[in-house]
């Protein structure tokens, strides 16, 4: 009988009760909170994703609207030799210098990479590898 009476009075029991009701609170405001957020989240994610592979979609070669000059652009706006090479020269891409040869297919320069980090050429503002472009069947001319 002692053993009940003990049993009844101790209050030990009433911590891990209450510990548990406490958790139980934190657990569910962390739901209700994550209920309220993860829709917006989703949409900053999507909306992160559709940005990245907006800047990720790498296009090569130019539209109608941004070609490249042409080799008869450069002789009509430039009286001479000297300001034709010029005027090439000063479009070359960064890293990349004029190589005294017109594509014969796109009737624009050929300008080869400098830097030596890659074995480029770029014709018509598209990169390909130099290999590639001299065994694809492309002519060219000297200028």
């Known amino acids: 009988m002692n ?5 009844k009075k101790n209050e030990s029991g009433a911590v891990t009760v209450d510990w548990v009701v406490l958790t139980a609170a934190i657990v569910g405001i962390a739901l209700a909170v994550i209920a309220l957020i993860s829709g917006g989240v989703q949409d ?3 909306g992160v994703n559709d940005e990245l592979q907006t800047a990720s979609a790498v296009t090569f070669g130019a539209s109608a609207a941004t070609a490249a000059p ?7 706006n ?10 090439i020269n000063n479009d070359a891409p960064t890293g ?3 190589v ?3 594509d014969d297919a796109t009737d624009t320069p050929i300008y080869q990479d400098t830097t030596g980090a890659t074995n480029n050429v770029s014709v018509n503002g598209e ?17």
């Open 44 to 46: 900053a994610s999507t």
């Open 78 to 87: 430039n009286p001479d030799y000297g300001s034709i090479i010029t005027a």
């Open 3 to 7: 053993y009940l009476t003990e049993f």
């Open 100 to 102: 005294g040869a017109i």
């Open 127 to 143: 990169i390909i590898d130099t290999i590639v472009y001299q065994t694809s069947g492309a002519t060219w001319s000297g200028y």
């Open 96 to 98: 990349y210098t004029y």
């Open 70 to 76: 042409t080799l008869a652009d450069y002789t009509a």
